[in-house]
């Protein structure tokens, strides 16, 4: 037994100065990060004849976006993974009447990664329909601020997995520059997240409230 522990303990040893001598672990790191990212990106283009079952809680989604009178409603949809979250908030996002209710229609994807920075430049970029250089957090949230000011919005934060509270703070200071009936919506598997970012949320398979 200790002749093979001493054995496998030389072949770690051979991997570890391969790893070292040809970056491998780095490189394979960077890829699986990147696939997983990538894996779970959505856009708001929604196929509705794939789409069963979820009239019901889309007409009230749409009843509650279109009566909104508040200055920033928030509301959250929320269930375990595979219940078709995202897949409601695309009918809903591209749901005729409420494309016509907003100024701006806006839709991100957050994801794991709550980065600011990151979804700043997505929100200006998904407004702008263009890439955006800013890198730093002061101007782009000035940027933005300008971009809301006096536009009635709907933005869609898709599959958030985490808030990160005083990231979403800073964020939430921002889009209440927009006019009175601005509304978020969150997709997200985590209760928890969305008893925090939302001022009303719904279980996916339930009732809105």
Avoid at 28 to 39: K, L, N, R, S
Avoid at 119 to 140: F, M, Y
């Amino acid at each position: 037994m200790a002749q093979r522990l001493k054995n496998m303990r030389g072949k770690l040893d051979d991997i570890a100065n391969d790893k070292n001598k040809f970056d491998l672990a780095s490189r394979v790191g960077e890829i699986a990060a990147d696939h997983t990212y990538d894996w779970r990106l959505t856009s708001s283009i929604v196929n509705e004849s794939e789409i069963l079952g979820r009239g019901k809680e889309k007409e009230e989604l749409v009843n509650i976006l279109l009566t909104n009178a508040d200055d920033l409603s928030i509301h959250a949809v929320w269930g375990m993974g595979g219940l078709g979250k995202t897949a409601l908030a695309q009918s809903v996002y591209n749901e005729e009447r409420v494309q016509k209710q907003f100024d701006l229609n806006i839709w991100v994807c957050v994801s794991t990664n709550f980065d600011i920075k990151r979804l700043t430049r997505a929100i200006i970029e998904s407004i702008d329909g263009a890439s955006c250089d800013l890198q730093e957090l002061d101007p782009l949230q000035q940027c933005l601020q300008l971009k809301l000011t006096g536009q009635k919005f709907l933005l869609v934060l898709d599959d958030v997995w985490d808030d990160y509270n005083d990231r979403w703070n800073k964020l939430k200071e921002v889009l209440r520059s927009g006019a009175k009936g601005s509304a978020v919506l969150v997709t997200t598997r985590m209760e928890m997240v969305a008893r925090r970012m939302a001022t009303a949320f719904c279980p996916a398979h339930g009732k809105i409230v």
